[in-house]
């Protein structure tokens, strides 16, 4: 799910700041208008809360609310875990060695 993307889970729990995800909609519920998650959350390299919104999508409004309140679930307990954005440190990406004069086959390749 989009939703956890760039957040990272802290090895030993802190309790990070946050403000608690809450649905942003038109008073008269207008499906022409956009809906969203609105919420905020600590970023390591800013040293401060980064507001964030996720833009909820459907086609009905019960469509709508229900993708809301899963959505509003999920980001409370990540919060509530100590989940935060931007780390200080980067963790450094896996590097496989490949031999890339070894010659095989097709079926090798495909295997």
Known sequence: MLIKQGLVHPKKPKNYPY???????????????????DYSIWSE????LVRK??????ATIAARLKDA???????L?????GSY?????????????VDLKQ???CKEAID
């Open 69 to 75: 309140e899963a959505v509003i679930s999920l980001l």
């Open 45 to 48: 390299q800013r040293e401060k």
């Open 85 to 97: 954005i931007e780390p200080l440190e980067q963790p450094e990406p896996s590097t496989a060695k």
């Open 19 to 37: 403000k608690e995800p809450f649905l942003s909609k038109p008073i008269d519920n207008n499906l022409t208008k956009q809906w969203v998650v």
């Open 53 to 58: 919104r996720v833009v909820i999508k459907g």
């Open 77 to 81: 307990s990540e919060l509530k875990a």
């Open 103 to 105: 010659e095989i086959g």
